[in-house]
């Protein structure tokens, strides 16, 4: 499957540790590789045809993508410190998604 990065993901994956970029970039890769196949740990649903990647380690990274014309968009991507998703973080997906449909 194709993959479009937005310029602020880019921006984002590119401000975190070296380590961290290696797992971002692996967990791109997989989605890559799987699209719409891939499944928990690595992805979930989280409404709206939002989903998350879920990259685990020393900080918990959350990157939000949907689909559109057989493409999966990168559209925004947190540092997850809590439980719950802020909802102005999805809102800030959700947003930017919308835009481009």
């Given amino acids: 499957m194709k993959i479009q990065i937005l310029p602020a993901v880019n921006q984002f994956v590119f401000s975190l540790d070296e380590s961290i970029i290696a ?6 890769d997989l ?7 891939l ?5 979930k649903s ?6 998350e990647l879920r990259i685990h380690g020393r900080q918990e990274i959350r990157i939000f993508y949907g689909y559109y014309e057989n493409r999966a ?9 809590s439980n719950k ?3 102005h973080e999805l809102s800030t997906a959700y947003s930017r998604f919308k835009d481009l449909t």
């Fill in 23 to 28: 797992k971002v970039l692996r967990t791109i």
């Fill in 31 to 37: 989605l890559e590789r799987f699209g719409n196949q």
């Fill in 39 to 43: 499944q928990l740990p690595h992805s």
């Fill in 46 to 51: 989280v409404g709206h045809r939002l989903f």
């Fill in 73 to 81: 968009i990168l559209l925004h991507g947190l540092i997850k410190k």
């Fill in 85 to 87: 998703i802020p909802k």
